[in-house]
């Protein structure tokens, strides 16, 4: 069972930063993380990837150029940086993981964290 633990989240003013990081609680060669983002009353939306071993990523497009993903697999965490952050990045972020292919669909990750919320105030 992978455990992971989400941290860094909180309230925020629009154009500021803020890093969120996950632990976990294994390395796995073949591995991918995501962080995953929801709103209330909206689905979850697939914010970033990236292959734990090699480090290759992929981005949603409302979020590209603004945050990078990234991980050090020597202290089994992942990260998101964002920057110029926007009222509409304000959602509860989600930490995931899954054994096999990156994807940005939810459904495809088999083990989530409880979750940060970020807040961004206008």
């Known amino acids: 069972q992978v455990q992971l633990v989400e941290s860094g989240g909180g309230s925020v003013q629009a154009g500021g930063s803020l890093r969120l990081s996950c632990e976990h609680s294994r390395f796995t060669q073949s591995a991918c993380m995501a962080w995953f983002r929801q709103a209330p009353g909206k689905e979850r939306e697939g914010v970033a990837t990236?292959?734990?071993?090699?480090?290759?990523?992929d981005y949603a497009d409302s979020v590209k150029s603004r945050f990078t993903i990234s991980r050090d697999n020597a202290k089994n965490t992942l990260y998101l940086e964002m920057n110029s952050l926007k009222p509409e990045d304000t959602a509860m972020y989600y930490c995931?993981?899954?054994?096999?292919?990156?994807?940005?669909?939810?459904?495809?990750?088999?083990?989530w964290g409880q979750g940060t919320q970020v807040t961004v105030s206008s």
């Open positions: 995931a993981w899954r054994d096999g292919f990156c994807s940005l669909h939810a459904g495809q990750f088999t083990h």
């Open positions: 990236i292959r734990t071993a090699i480090g290759y990523t």
